[in-house]
């Protein structure tokens, strides 16, 4: 099958990439370069079976006509504004890049005659739901950052394209994602700052911030798994681990793995980093666990692993 892979030079998108390969299928990965590179996809450009296209997938009518000259069968959009600090200063980097793209891939869809779907949407859907276990089928979700809203309306329009198009959507809604390839995160800021001074390290909040880090590559496993099953309709997933990590947690990863000892630790205080930040949630896993798949890393093992590989300069 032709597959199309928007955002496809970006973190999560590489390491798809690379598997849906494996699978033998033809790939066509679409990034504008904002967050992914063509660095971290220069060895796929060897493979025949690989197709890079810069564009903005913002852009509807170049999306479709990617769409239509690739004869594209399904579609991994996993193109979005994932520095949520960033679009804190600038609402319109979400509208632009996490809203808009999904309306360009949902009307090239339409337009192409293509039914399958798979979503990256996120935990910032459900907004600021402390106490509550949170399932797929919570009610009154409230997103309290721009990317949360953007992903929100993002669903929406999947579930209308869906239902006005017949089109079969996977839906996935995970945490923090983390491992190799890594471009931008608390675990870089933490090494970046203790770089520059290895006695002190300023961290935003108070410390106590906790949340799960789901590993990529379990993540692209249960990706392909859930998407290519067949199910019909749009189907939605939390996607996470059992356990959390907090930001003081690993602040002591970072630094016992840099071989740092008594770094002092300056909080800024707060009970979040930064306005649009949810300190901590919990997800209702029943369902994808329901349907066979567990991840094999831990929050805590995801964060050690994805040391080693930033710490080698392969982050």
């Known amino acids: 099958m032709n597959v199309l892979v928007t955002g496809g030079a970006g973190f999560i998108g590489t390491h798809l990439c690379r598997e849906l390969l494996k699978q033998k299928h033809r790939v066509v990965c679409v990034d504008n370069f904002t967050l992914g590179s063509k660095e971290s996809v220069k060895d796929l450009l060897e493979d025949p079976a690989f197709s890079?296209?810069?564009?903005?997938?913002?852009?509807?009518?170049?999306?479709?006509?990617?769409?239509?000259?690739?004869?594209?069968?399904?579609?991994?959009h996993l193109a979005a504004n994932s520095d949520i600090q960033k679009s804190a200063f600038s609402p319109s980097i979400d509208y632009i890049n996490t809203f808009s793209t999904t309306y360009s891939v949902l009307e090239g869809m339409r337009r192409n005659g293509i039914?399958?779907?798979?979503?990256?949407?996120?935990?910032?859907?459900?907004?600021?739901?402390?106490?509550?276990?949170?399932?797929?089928?919570?009610?009154?979700?409230?997103p309290i950052s721009y990317y949360g809203g953007a992903k929100l309306a993002s669903e929406a329009f999947i579930s209308s394209y869906a239902y006005m198009n017949d089109m079969d959507v996977t839906v996935f809604r995970f945490p923090n994602v983390i491992g190799p390839g890594l471009t931008h995160g608390v675990i870089f800021d933490f090494i970046r700052k203790l770089r520059e001074n290895p006695a002190e390290l300023r961290i935003l909040g108070d410390g106590n911030q906790k949340k799960p880090y789901?590993?990529?590559?379990?993540?692209?496993?249960?990706?392909?798994?859930?998407?290519q099953a067949g199910e019909k309709g749009v189907r939605t997933y939390n996607i996470g681990v059992e356990d959390a990590t907090t930001v003081t947690e690993i602040a002591d990863m970072v630094c016992e793995a840099m071989g740092l000892g008594h770094v002092r630790y300056d909080y800024t205080g707060g009970d979040r980093g930064w306005k649009g930040d949810v300190p901590s949630f919990r997800y209702d896993l029943a369902r994808i666990h329901g349907w066979g798949w567990r991840p094999t890393h831990t929050s805590n093992e995801a964060v050690r692993e994805t040391l080693k590989f930033v710490l080698k300069g392969q982050g």
């Open 214 to 227: 789901i590993y990529v590559l379990d993540l692209v496993d249960v990706i392909l798994k859930v998407s």
């Open 115 to 142: 039914k399958k779907l798979f979503f990256a949407s996120t935990s910032a859907v459900y907004g600021e739901r402390t106490g509550v276990l949170l399932a797929e089928d919570t009610g009154g979700l409230a």
């Open 52 to 76: 890079l296209i810069e564009a903005d997938a913002s852009n509807v009518d170049r999306l479709s006509q990617i769409m239509e000259e690739k004869q594209v069968g399904m579609v991994y």
